[in-house]
């Protein structure tokens, strides 16, 4: 059974940062692991992703020189540093993983998700 658990969610004031880890375990996700988040009230979007098995990194605009994705394909594991945090960056920040080929940075390219962990920035 795949399970996808997140974990260093937490508060954190603005300009802080944090370390979103996600383990995926029960298959190899040979192709794209990302994270996606959702506020309050809105919809979930795309974040960042790792692509092509890990070979590559896919970004949102408003993410772009403040989050870094890594990864440890042996380990099923990916990370998400989040530095320079700003309050609009609060949400539940979920962690996904695919086994099939396709464009990472699409909610429709992943099979598999994990619960979800909560980022909150405070002002």
């Known amino acids: 059974q795949v399970q996808l658990v997140e974990s260093g969610g937490g508060l954190v004031q603005a300009g802080g940062s944090l370390r979103l880890s996600c383990a995926a375990s029960?298959?190899?996700?040979?192709?794209?692991m990302g994270w996606f988040r959702q506020a309050p009230g809105k919809e979930r979007e795309f974040v960042a992703a790792?692509?092509?098995?890990?070979?590559?990194?896919l970004y949102a605009d408003f993410v772009k020189g403040r989050f870094t994705i890594s990864r440890d394909s042996a380990k099923n594991l990916v990370y998400l540093q989040m530095n320079s945090l700003k309050p609009e960056d609060t949400a539940v920040y979920y962690c996904?993983?695919?086994?099939?080929?396709?464009?990472?940075?699409?909610?429709?390219?992943?099979?598999?998700w994990g619960q979800g962990t909560q980022v909150t920035v405070s002002s």
């Open positions: 790792s692509t092509w098995g890990g070979t590559s990194t």
């Open positions: 029960g298959g190899t996700f040979s192709s794209s």
């Open positions: 996904a993983a695919s086994t099939l080929a396709g464009d990472g940075s699409h909610e429709g390219s992943y099979e598999y």
